[in-house]
Structures are given as C-alpha cells and as structure tokens.
Nanobody
Framework: QVQLVESGGGLVQPGGSLRLSCAAS????????MGWYRQTPGKERELVAT???????NYAESVKGRFTISRDNAKITVYLQMNSLKPEDTAVYYC??????????????WGKGTLVTVSS
C-alpha cells in the first residue's frame, strides 16, 4: 500500500502565493518521477509540473516562471511553490508519484487532491 497525502491548499487573492506539499508513505522501495496535476470541473486533468529523482523538472507553459517544484528524497515529499497566482490557477491540485514498492510492484499513485482557489 502506498499513500500520497497533499496539504497546503486554500483561498488566496490574485497575485498571492501558496505552497503545496505531498508526502508519500507505505511500502516504497523507490520513487522516480513525482509531480503535480490540476483539474477543474468539466476539464481533463492537466500537468502542472514534474520532477525526477535526480531533480530534472518540467513545467506547463502556463506556470513557467511562477511555480517551482522541488522534492526532498529523504522525506519522499514533493512541493509546489506557487507565486503570482491568477484566478485561472483555481483547481483541485493532485499529487502524483511513480513508485516501485518493496514487492517490486511498479505503479502510478495519486493523492486525493487539494483545492486551490484564487479569488478576490
């Protein structure tokens, strides 16, 4: 069993900042790519940012220069620092991890999501 637990969502005014965290736990042997995705009602889930175990990052064009993804491999935790937030950033943000378990099972895992609302 592997669990991903997100935290840090909430209500923020346009131009403000939030920091999301996602901690992985359970029968984890190793974690390759971790990342953040977001989804709004009626739309497909979209990539926000990903980071590999060696620190290579990838961002959606819409968040480049405003969001920063990072991770702590020792804590198996991924972070998303979101600055200069815009109303269009409002969404449920989901944490993702590509995990190899102690039983050599490889799979994608998702958190339950945390709501970010950008509004005045």
């Amino acid at each position: 069993q592997v669990q991903l637990v997100e935290s840090g969502g909430g209500l923020v005014q346009p131009g403000g900042s939030l920091r999301l965290s996602c901690a992985a736990s359970g029968s984890i042997f190793s974690v390759n790519t971790m990342g953040w995705y977001r989804q709004t009602p009626g739309k497909e889930r979209e990539l926000v940012a990903t980071i590999t175990s060696s620190g290579t990052t990838n961002y959606a064009e819409s968040v480049k220069g405003r969001f920063t993804i990072s991770r702590d491999n020792a804590k198996i935790t991924v972070y998303l620092q979101m600055n200069s937030l815009k109303p269009e950033d409002t969404a449920v943000y989901y944490c993702h991890a590509y995990v190899v378990t102690h039983t050599n099972y490889v799979a994608n895992y998702w958190g339950k999501g945390t709501l970010v609302t950008v509004s005045s």
